[in-house]
């Protein structure tokens, strides 16, 4: 139980990072999917090399180089920034595939529709197709949040006392490495378990709304 | 052209007897107690309007469906679907029952050869060798052996079709069993298909063939079987059946086929 | 510009030896993770309990625990069972133990996905069970799955380099000794980015080629 309670006090700087990482990830998504989907080769050809670079590097590099390598002069990254921002941008380009596919998925008849009806641009992407892209990516976007979820351990290793880090804490002070590791990995299989419930949850009412 | 078929079973005058077969899926019933004899050596049309249960009547024989109650009889074995049915007992009646199915089912992922020689090889215990002769030797029958080392997919519908009828020769059936097996090709193709067929019946092969070309259930077949809702509600000579229809649902399917 | 040329010829050795071991940690795990996750997909849907039990057991943990938790369990926490393993042998069996979580998933996804007219098809021709397996099912399924099991082996190459944590002289540790003795971490882990990004990178086109090429034959 005190193992329990010792490792669970992490549990709120672990959500806080998903969170947070989730967040800049979405923002960065949105003009890295403009990127993608631009009439411009150039533009184009860019944004496919920038996401293809932060996917083919491990987060763990990119947050040893925001947190260790970033500095001018006295400035420097707390350890929780350069985890926040590391998994951000990371999230940001597989978050971008996700919402490519989403878009993709959504027949070319909605489109065309769209531009034979004569709606402006922005009443198109609120109303038609944000709606409906939005709807088939939750799936792909609930895997990824439970994916970031787990990845988020690693800011344990720029020393962001989240659940790992206090695992291994206790895992050194209690002397009961097995299990409190064993807990640390139920916390977070529980963890994922209501972050699945909800997107169906979601996906259920997200499908009623675009039904009608 | 040497005899494809084995020889047609000597004791007994049928190759297939149904006995009061039944299915249901939950409360829809789909046989309702039906009944069949087929003599060996002869070709037999099933025919009736979509839903009629001639598919699940057909996969009941080789037990690719599972029948609540009657007896299946192919060539001397015997199964009754009311009893457990072992994988012993299986295994004969399916070697002895050969299928074509609408879509193929070939295996993609082998070559033409492979799909013919691989049932061959683990089914009759044939060495490779052995049954990659005997597969040349069907496929040069079929008019395709230069697709041996291809993959189905190179192959056109027509010629996936045969393969799947070499593949099912080649481990010596006395009895096929087809559904529909042109539905799925332009009727160009599905021309080469039936000269094949033909063929086989003309070499005295047992045939049970679901299907909705007319002129086949007309021309090729000796007995031709009208099923609807589950039933068999005619049976008989086909040019009679054709001529003069007994049942007044005969009749409608009939005029709706021969329509389009 | 002139730092990280410097670093290069310095520690060029080093960091490719670090790559050496993350490239072998790579190996055995795929090795070792694909010969387990079929019998764990097999076991996830079988009908014998006990076998169902403890394939479900290792691969919910495999999936839903972060590899950093099995690294560390099995670095950290086994010695205080008395068993206690180099931190290569450790690394290997934790990221084995992700890989064949995740693999069984794809593969299980795979076997799920064969067309039925196949199964029927075999057996129709009288196969028995275990034939149908060996010899459709479990091929098909397998080439179904090969472009997510492709793309999963490139996630676990990255993966490596959280063996760093367990004292494994990979990649990643190799840039971060070098880094704290050249003073300049960010060339280091520069070079140790493009690194794995040299070899992620196509290696994930690869992967994108055989899903097409596969989506064309099948
Ligand atoms: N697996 C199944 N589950 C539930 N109902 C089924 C199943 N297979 C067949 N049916 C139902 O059984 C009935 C008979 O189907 P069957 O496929 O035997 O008809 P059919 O005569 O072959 O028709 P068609 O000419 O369209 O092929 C249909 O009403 C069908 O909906
Ligand atoms: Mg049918």
């Known amino acids: ?212 | 052209m040497q005899s494809i078929a084995t020889d047609p079973l000597t004791t007994g005058q049928t190759a297939v007897r149904v006995t009061n077969l039944a299915k249901a899926y939950g409360d829809h019933v789909v046989l309702r107690d039906v009944s069949l004899e087929v003599a060996p050596g002869t070709v037999t049309a099933l025919i009736g309007p979509s839903g009629a249960g001639k598919s699940t009547l057909l996969r009941c024989m080789n037990l690719l469906e599972r029948p609540d109650r009657g007896q299946i009889e192919i060539c001397s074995h015997r199964i009754d679907a009311s009893k457990a049915i072992s994988a012993k007992a299986l295994a004969p009646l399916r070697r002895s029952a050969g299928m074509v199915f609408q879509h193929f089912n070939l295996f993609p992922h082998m070559t033409v050869l492979r799909n013919i020689s691989l049932p061959q090889q683990r089914i009759l215990g044939r060495s490779r060798e052995e049954a990659d002769t005997k597969s040349m030797e069907l496929l040069a029958r079929m008019g395709l052996a230069d697709k041996a080392k291809q993959y189905p997919s190179r192959c056109s519908g027509g010629q996936q079709q045969r393969i799947a009828i070499a593949r099912a020769l080649a481990l010596g059936p006395e009895v096929m069993l087809f559904d529909e097996p042109t539905s799925a090709l332009d009727p160009e193709v599905g021309v080469e298909v039936l000269e094949v067929m033909k063929e086989l019946a003309a070499d005295g092969m047992t045939m049970i063939v679901v299907t909705h070309e007319m002129g086949f259930a007309e021309n090729v077949s000796d007995t031709l079987v009208v099923m609807a809702d589950g039933g068999i509600i005619e049976q008989g000579d086909p040019q009679r059946i054709m001529r003069d229809p007994q049942h007044e649902r005969t009749r409608r399917f009939l005029r709706a086929v021969l329509e389009r | 510009m002139n730092t990280i040329f410097q670093d290069i010829l310095d520690y060029g050795p080093a960091l490719l030896g670090g790559l050496r071991i993350s490239l072998a940690l790579t190996g055995l795990s795929l090795l070792f993770g694909t010969i387990l996750a079929l019998v764990f997909a097999l076991g996830i849907t079988s009908r014998n309990k006990a076998f169902r039990w403890t394939s479900t057991f290792f691969v919910e943990i495999g999936r839903g625990a972060p590899a950093l938790v099995l690294l560390q369990l099995m670095y950290y926490g086994l010695p205080n069972a008395d068993i206690t393993l180099s931190s290569f042998t450790s690394a290997t069996l934790a990221l084995t133990w992700t890989a064949s979580a995740y693999m069984a998933e794809y593969i299980r996804g795979g076997l799920a996905a064969v067309p039925g007219g196949e199964i029927e098809g075999a057996q129709a021709l009288g196969m028995s069970q275990q034939d149908t397996l060996r010899y459709v099912t479990i091929p098909q399924g397998i080439r179904i799955a090969l472009p997510a099991l492709m793309g999963f082996a490139v996630l676990l190459f990255q993966a490596t380099s959280l063996a760093y944590s367990v004292a494994v002289p990979e990649l990643m540790s190799q840039a971060y000794s070098a880094g704290s003795s050249s003073f300049n971490y960010l060339s280091l882990f520069i070079i140790a980015g493009a690194i794995y990004a040299a070899i992620s990178i196509p290696a994930t086109w690869l992967s994108v080629g055989v899903e097409k090429h596969l989506a064309k034959h099948l």
Not at chain 1, 31 to 37: D, E, I, N
Not at chain 1, 55 to 80: M, Q
């Open chain 1, 1 to 212: 139980m005190e193992l329990l309670k010792a490792i669970a006090l992490g549990l709120p700087m672990t959500l806080l990072v998903t969170a947070v990482a989730l967040g800049i990830g979405s923002i960065v998504a949105l003009p890295l999917l403009a990127g993608l989907r631009s009439g411009k080769t150039a533009v184009r050809f860019l944004t496919r090399a920038i996401i293809d670079l932060l996917r083919g590097i491990p987060p763990v590099v990119w947050l040893f180089l925001l947190f260790y390598g970033i500095s001018a002069g006295s400035f420097r990254l707390s350890a929780f920034g350069a985890g926040v921002i590391g998994l951000g941008v990371v999230a940001g380009a597989y978050l971008t595939e996700i919402f490519r596919g989403a878009l993709g998925g959504i027949k070319a008849g909605q489109w065309e529709a769209s531009e034979a009806l004569g709606l402006d641009r922005f009443t198109m992407w609120s109303k038609v197709i944000g709606p409906q892209g939005l709807r088939v990516a939750i799936p792909g976007f609930t895997t990824y949040a439970i994916g970031l979820l787990k990845d988020s351990s690693i800011v344990s290793t720029i020393g962001v006392a989240e659940i790992v880090y206090l695992t291994q804490q206790s895992a050194r002070t209690s002397g009961q490495g097995i299990t409190v590791y064993f807990i640390a990995a139920a916390v977070y299989i529980m963890l994922s378990m209501p972050i699945g419930m909800l997107s169906r949850n979601l996906d259920i009412k997200m499908r009623k709304a675009v039904a009608r």
